[in-house]
């Protein structure tokens, strides 16, 4: 190495320890202590999850097991998958998943547009009243509500007529419809945030070429909403997905994934009972339980890792802020 | 007199409009809502009997609620604890969402996947999942052990560490519980994040370059640019913080009202909780919009 050579290396370095990089550089650093520590505390439930779900019982009780299973299985999955009745659960759950999403789509970017574009009477009553169904948490309505399901006389308008909605999907299909799903009144908000901030020159054009309210909505507003239509579908999906609550209560009885893995230790010691064997311990029971989580969240996480983009630019997008 | 009779024309037909718009709202919220609701707070005075046909109700007065407050006996304890727990939560997201999204907002290498990762819990928030770990032996072992073993943050460490430091006795308490409720803390911070995020993202950069020439510091700033006009959203993350809060199914006192209602205490005395509940959490919730409007900045 030539003298030269050595001294622009030299003065390169000198130059890189200023004291503006220095602190950059620790700025990094400790961007990087905060990213571990925080990715940490995200991802050690999911983790915990999949090393323990490909564990036989006596790891667990093994001191010098802590992440790698020492007997490898895949019976935590064979048996979830034949307790769960997987197949015909997810399938399930994905059609009512979907079509719920998509009802609490239509309804609430209708409602968010009656909100953002026309006056009437009543209408900040209204927009008061979506933030209060935010609010109210759903347990204070859940006994009411049920009862209404229970012994459903089309809300006190005929009564000599009683159904039992329990059992079926009438309840959530109700809710859905009317914009009353799970935080559907945050749907509303968004779909009003934004048909807000669209200019009306769209519509008016519309309008002159002699196209009604609902041909407007549908041919222009509609196309133009497409970045917040994604984020509310997006988002009604993973709730709808994730909810317990409505779902067990409404449909209880219906083979859906939430009640799937919410019975699937029951269901597994019944059946060894049966079969004469003793009680299913605890761990064991955690074992069975993890890999069901998994097969729940596993389609959610596909589908967050496939289009990652619209959920995290969805604030922005639908300029939720401004 | 001709133009004046085709506008209100035009404005009835608009409120037509609007009403027929918002109907499925309107009708959802009449009968899924406020009817509900309004029974709830009758329930809450009656003795509730569920029989074959349809259920009966007897009245009580307030007994259901003499019942609640001063017979069951885990219900002011759970609702005291439950409270504290979020007052000293909200605090705390707060600040970690609002560092969060100023360190997410930084241009950095591998930035889409830190963005990815502070998300992930949104999506995985799902009831049964997280029901099903408080009761996991596996996770527990394993965090237990890495509490008292090898986890490199031990609690009992660090509280040596403060002691040394001979910080007050009522600093050291808020920093350990802190430090204990980390993960419930980032857990319920995605949402708030992204809210902030957005924020940062609509502050006219030309402020900052207006800043730069009057000769302003990164500190000055943040004091004087990026939090005043953070400040509206800080006032929509407190509400949404406390209001996911309330309806969290892993919050405590939402389990107790839930057991209630199917135990021995039953549907009146259930309904009754969950009725003071609310009560209560609304209140916080005003006095909380009170004192933070008081010194939100708004740009228009």
């Not at chain 1, 309804?107 to 909100?115: H, I």
Request: charged share 15%; aromatic share 14%.
């Amino acid at each position: 190495m030539s003298e030269t050579s050595a001294r622009a290396a030299f003065s390169r370095v000198h130059r890189l320890l200023t004291a503006r990089n220095l602190i950059a550089a620790g700025f990094a650093l400790g961007r990087l202590g905060v990213l571990i520590g925080v990715a940490y505390t995200i991802l050690f439930p999911l983790l915990a999850k999949v090393s323990s779900s490909f564990m036989a019982e006596v790891d667990i009780f093994d001191k010098t097991v802590n992440w790698i299973p020492k007997h490898f299985t895949l019976n935590n999955y064979r048996n979830a998958i034949k307790y769960m009745n997987y197949p015909q659960a997810f399938l399930n759950s994905l059609g009512l998943t979907l079509g719920l999403s998509l009802l609490q789509l239509a309804s609430c970017s209708v409602v968010g547009y009656g909100l953002a574009r026309f006056f009437f009477r009543g209408r900040e009553i209204l927009f008061g009243a979506v933030i209060f169904t935010l609010v109210v948490p759903p347990q204070m309505i859940m006994i009411p509500l049920y009862l209404n399901f229970r012994y459903f006389d089309f809300f006190g308008l005929a009564k000599s007529l009683e159904l039992n909605l329990l059992g079926t999907y009438w309840p959530l299909v109700l809710m859905g419809t009317t914009a009353m799903g799970v935080k559907n009144g945050l749907f509303v908000y968004i779909m009003r945030q934004y048909f807000r901030g669209m200019p009306r020159d769209l519509e008016e054009a519309a309008y002159i070429d002699g196209a009604g309210a609902f041909r407007a909505f549908f041919s222009v507003m509609l196309p133009g909403a497409m970045p917040a239509l994604i984020v509310v579908f997006l988002f009604a999906f993973v709730w709808q997905w994730n909810d317990y609550f409505f779902v067990n209560i409404f449909a209880g009885s219906r083979e859906l994934l939430p009640n799937a893995l919410a019975e699937l230790a029951g269901r597994y010691s019944r059946d060894l009972s049966i079969a004469g064997s003793e009680y299913v311990p605890r761990a064991h029971r955690s074992l069975l339980n993890n890999a069901g989580s998994l097969l729940l969240i596993a389609p959610l996480v596909i589908l967050y890792i496939a289009l990652q983009r619209y959920f995290i630019e969805s604030v922005e997008r639908t300029g939720l802020v401004g | 007199m001709r133009i004046s009779k085709i506008r209100m024309k035009k404005g009835h037909r608009e409120a037509v409009n609007g009403i027929i718009f918002t109907l499925p709202f309107t009708l959802g919220f009449t009968f899924l809502f406020l009817r509900p609701f309004v029974q709830a707070i009758i329930f809450s005075f009656h003795n509730l009997q569920i029989g074959s046909h349809g259920y009966s109700l007897d009245f009580a007065g307030f007994g259901n609620y003499v019942n609640a407050l001063f017979v069951q006996p885990e219900f002011v304890r759970t609702w005291v604890e439950t409270t504290a727990q979020m007052l000293l939560n909200v605090p705390l997201i707060l600040a970690f969402s609002f560092f969060s999204a100023v360190m997410l907002n930084q241009p950095f290498r591998g930035r889409t996947a830190a963005r990815v990762l502070y998300f992930l819990p949104v999506i995985l928030a799902s009831g049964i999942v997280l029901q099903l770990e408080q009761d996991n032996y596996f996770i527990e072992s394993l965090r237990s052990m890495e509490e008292t073993e090898q986890g490199f943050i031990s609690l009992q460490t660090l509280g040596v560490f403060l002691m040394r430091l001979r910080l007050p006795a009522g600093l050291l308490e808020f920093i350990m519980a802190a430090v204990q409720r980390a993960p419930v803390i980032i857990r319920s911070s995605g949402v708030q994040i992204l809210v902030f995020l957005a924020g940062l993202q609509s502050i006219p950069p030309s402020l900052y370059e207006a800043a730069d020439v009057e000769g302003g510091t990164a500190w000055e700033n943040f004091w004087m640019i990026t939090l005043p006009m953070l400040s509206p959203l800080i006032l929509t993350n407190i509400v949404y913080t406390i209001v996911d809060s309330l309806v969290d199914p892993q919050n405590e006192l939402v389990q107790l009202i839930r057991k209630s209602a199917f135990g021995s205490a039953g549907y009146g005395v259930s309904t009754a909780m969950s009725v003071l509940y609310f009560i209560g959490t609304f209140a916080i919730l005003l006095i909380a919009i009170a004192i933070v409007s008081k010194w939100v900045f708004y740009h228009e």
